[in-house]
């Protein structure tokens, strides 16, 4: 069970723990223990795939164009769960920890995702 940190500035960073890969899907062990279905990571690497695009993880603004925003509006659908922009911040760290995505800090706490 890896044990990682959420992406962004140090300030803002959780750490969490998950079972499973997104091959499988994945149990994140953090507040309520959501599953991410293996489907649903497929889905959001095939949606961005190539694209450079904000994390947009606040639960109160998310960013237009952004992950959590996205997720917050398909996750129902296509996951079965419905997720908030808060997951997107997991889900991030999980697809950069597993190598599929990376990501960088655009002025010094924007996370930025590249696909």
């Known amino acids: 069970m890896p044990t990682i940190w959420t ?12 079972d499973g890969n997104i091959e499988e899907g994945v149990m994140i062990h953090f507040s ?7 489907d649903f990571f497929k889905a959001i690497i095939h949606e961005f795939q190539g694209m450079k695009i904000p994390g ?4 109160t603004d998310p960013t237009r164009g952004g992950l959590g925003i996205w997720i917050l509006e398909n996750s129902a659908k296509l996951n079965g769960t419905k997720l908030s922009p808060r997951h997107a911040s997991f889900i991030a760290a999980i697809l950069e920890h597993e190598g599929k995505i990376r990501s960088s800090l655009e002025g010094g706490k924007a996370v930025i995702l590249h696909f």
Not at 7 to 18: D, E, N, P
Not at 56 to 59: A, D, E, P, Q, R
């Open 32 to 38: 309520g223990n959501p599953r991410v279905s293996a």
């Open 56 to 59: 947009g993880f606040s639960m």
């Open 7 to 18: 992406l962004g500035s140090s300030a803002v960073r959780t750490q969490f723990s998950y």
